[in-house]
């Protein structure tokens, strides 16, 4: 792979599952919100994993978990009428976090709540390129797919960054910012809303 040639991305296969949620668990080692809820290693990998999976999960069913060649970089698109599973993320969170963070956590999560767009749209629960493929088009080649489908749907797509340095990627594809999230000591979480492109 290039920056001459973007890579081919295509829908992955549910026996896939496995390989796509072990892209995300290398590709967020640096999330500040998720290493906010675990900063020692373990817990970490213990928990990215349910936690991608409850998220973005479903994605596979709708043929919405898309791949770079490789495994480089994955995105899980949860489509419209189609909702994360959140109670065990809820679940894991109380069971596996430091409980002097549970407050700031929880606010942080009910505040995301109230960004979500009421009207049907698709969701991109996960985007992550694993960090030894960075820099090379990646990203913007499973941005570019699935907003395709997304357009072709005429919806809009919503996300939260929970990494600083992924908003200038989502803000080139067209999504912009609804407002920010911090509750206590919490890192930063950016929603942002992609207009249907009509």
């Not at 640096?30 to 936690?51: H, M, S």
């Not at 999960?57 to 419209?80: I, M, N, T």
């Not at 913007?140 to 809009?156: E, F, S, V, W």
């Not at 200038?168 to 890192?187: A, C, T």
């Amino acid at each position: 792979m290039t920056k001459l040639s973007p890579p081919e991305v295509r829908a992955a296969a549910p026996n896939e599952r496995e390989w796509v949620l072990s892209t995300i668990e290398v590709a967020f080692i640096n999330d500040p919100v998720l290493r906010f809820c675990w900063p020692r290693a373990k817990e970490y990998l213990t928990g990215i994993r349910q936690v991608a999976n409850a998220m973005g999960g479903k994605a596979f069913d709708h043929g919405s978990a898309y791949l770079a060649p490789g495994f480089s970089g994955v995105a899980l698109w949860v489509p419209p009428g189609v909702h994360p599973d959140l109670e065990p993320i809820g679940a894991l969170m109380v069971e596996t976090v430091d409980a002097a963070l549970h407050a700031d956590l929880f606010g942080m999560l009910g505040e995301m709540e109230q960004f979500h767009p009421e009207e049907d749209h698709w969701y991109l629960a996960q985007i992550g390129v694993d960090p030894f493929f960075q820099a090379q088009g990646v990203g913007a080649a499973l941005m570019k797919h699935a907003l395709a489908r997304c357009d072709a749907d005429g919806t809009p797509c919503y996300l939260e960054s929970s990494n600083p340095r992924n908003i200038s990627l989502y803000e080139r594809f067209g999504f912009e910012r609804v407002g920010e999230i911090q509750v206590g000591n919490s890192p930063i979480m950016t929603p942002m809303v992609r207009p249907a492109q009509r």
